[in-house]
Structure formats: structure tokens, C-alpha cells
Nanobody, 124 residues
Framework: QLQLVESGGGLVQPGGSLRLSCAAS????????IGWFRQAPGKEREGVSC????????TYADSVKGRFTISSDKAKNTVSLEMNSLKPEDTAVYYCAGASYGRCPAWSSEYDYWGRGTQVTVSS
């Protein structure tokens, strides 16, 4: 069964850090580009970051550049999102998604597999 499972969310104070993980099962990261998306209450889902399996190229939304880092561990078949200097506006449910052929599509509709999400709350 093809599955993506997120973990690592929680409550953190502004300026703090969290590390999210996306574990893949039923396929290997060599087959997929993995993206992180987030959705805050009342807002549309937005792309946060993506890592391309073919060459390891990474992309970031402007709102998280310099604060978030995406990485992959092929031995563990996981992709992580290290989030530093967190702000209240980073509060959202974070999802990882997989795109076939190792791509990082611009649109969420082009991703083939989705996890169920993990809640990140940044609040004092």
C-alpha cells in the first residue's frame, strides 16, 4: 500500500523550532518528488517546499526561505522539514505529498499521493 505519514507537529513558541518528518511506504523516494504544503484555517492550501528526487534540487516559498530546510534520507525513506524561527503565521496543518517521476510540480493538483497532515501551532 502506497502511503505517506507525517509526524513531528506540535505547539511551539514564536522563535522556536520544529522538525517534521514524512515517511514513505510502498515506494521509494527515488520514485517521487516530495513536497510540503500547509493549510491554515480559512485559507487555501499553499506550497511550502519541495525536493526533487532526480537531482535533489529544492524549492521554497518566499515566506519560509532562510527559515525552513527540506532534506531527504533515502536510507530511512523519509523527507524532513526543519523549521526554525517559527512565527504565529506558520500555524497550519502541514501535509507532505508525492509527485510521480521525481518532479516538484507547481500545483498541488499534480501531486499523486498525500499524507493526512500534522498540526503545527506557533503561539505564546
Amino acid at each position: 500500500q502506497l502511503q505517506l505519514v507525517e509526524s513531528g507537529g506540535g505547539l511551539v513558541q514564536p522563535g522556536g523550532s520544529l522538525r517534521l518528518s514524512c515517511a514513505a511506504s510502498g515506494f521509494t523516494l527515488d520514485d517521487l518528488g516530495i513536497g510540503w504544503f500547509r493549510q491554515a484555517p480559512g485559507k487555501e492550501r499553499e506550497g511550502v517546499s519541495c525536493i526533487r528526487s532526480s537531482d535533489g534540487r529544492t524549492t521554497y516559498a518566499d515566506s519560509v526561505k532562510g527559515r525552513f530546510t527540506i532534506s531527504s534520507d533515502k536510507a530511512k525513506n523519509t523527507v524532513s522539514l526543519e523549521m526554525n524561527s517559527l512565527k504565529p503565521e506558520d500555524t497550519a496543518v502541514y501535509y507532505c505529498a508525492g509527485a510521480s517521476y521525481g518532479r516538484c510540480p507547481a500545483w498541488s493538483s499534480e501531486y499523486d499521493y498525500w499524507g493526512r497532515g500534522t498540526q503545527v501551532t506557533v503561539s505564546s
